[in-house]
T-cell receptor, first 115, second 115 residues
């Protein structure tokens, strides 16, 4: 069955620190997709990135980077030089191409960036 | 273009009453999802519509919950005989493609409070 674990419930950092949010997944499928979403205090979830299981290249987008490692079933998200506006709940999600019928979201990690 | 819209934004109802929540997906998106998010919790999948196919209702928590999608566009989530444990934010999302590989775009949610 699909499962997504985000072991860090809450993280607090001081502005300009780097922070990594962990995501570990379980799947029996060989083709699957991983996602990160941001939910700021306003409440609306915002899509950040999608990665398919055949593409293990790390991705960088500005201060954001993602490290996908199939060997450890992890898809970690790093924010470099964090800013107060990064404060939000971050969700990792998984969908399976062949077995799953829907998305499975992790429980989320609440990130607080303090000035 | 316009994003996913949901109405009402807030709904307070008495225990035992029925409520209807509405979702207008992004034009052209064929897939539509409903989720429930309890206070401080992750996203709980409720139901998934894809085009004209039979919906995936596997996440509906009880037979008091039902959903329709008319004309492949607008969707209504109905909760009958509401209970206090139904209090949550109900999120709707839509996506472009017919596969779970596509990212979802979320609406602002309807906050339901059952008194």
């Amino acid at each position: 069955a699909q499962k997504v674990t985000q072991a860090q419930t809450e993280i607090s950092v001081v502005e300009k620190e780097d922070v990594t949010l962990d995501c570990v997944y379980e799947t029996r499928d060989t083709t699957y997709y991983l996602f990160w979403y941001k939910q700021p205090p306003s409440g609306e979830l915002v899509f950040l990135i999608r990665r398919n299981s055949f593409d293990e290249q790390n991705e960088i987008s500005g201060r954001y980077s993602w490290n996908f490692q199939k060997s450890t079933s992890s898809f970690n998200f790093t924010i470099t030089a964090s800013q107060v506006v990064d404060s939000a709940v971050y969700f990792c999600a998984l969908s399976e191409a062949n077995y799953g019928q829907n998305f499975v979201f992790g429980p989320g990690t609440r990130l607080s960036v303090l000035p | 273009g316009a994003g996913v819209s949901q109405s009402p934004s807030n709904k307070v109802t008495e225990k035992g009453k029925d409520v209807e929540l509405r979702c207008d997906p992004i034009s052209g998106h064929t897939a539509l999802y409903w989720y429930r998010q309890s206070l401080g919790q992750g996203l709980e999948f409720l139901i998934y519509f894809q085009g004209n196919s039979a919906p995936d209702k596997s996440g509906l928590p009880s037979d008091r919950f039902s959903a329709e999608r008319t004309g492949g566009s607008v969707s209504t989530l109905t909760i009958q005989r509401t209970q206090q444990e139904d209090s949550a934010v109900y999120l709707c999302a839509s996506s472009f493609g017919s596969y779970l590989s596509y990212e979802q775009y979320f609406g602002p949610g309807t906050r339901l409070t059952v008194t």
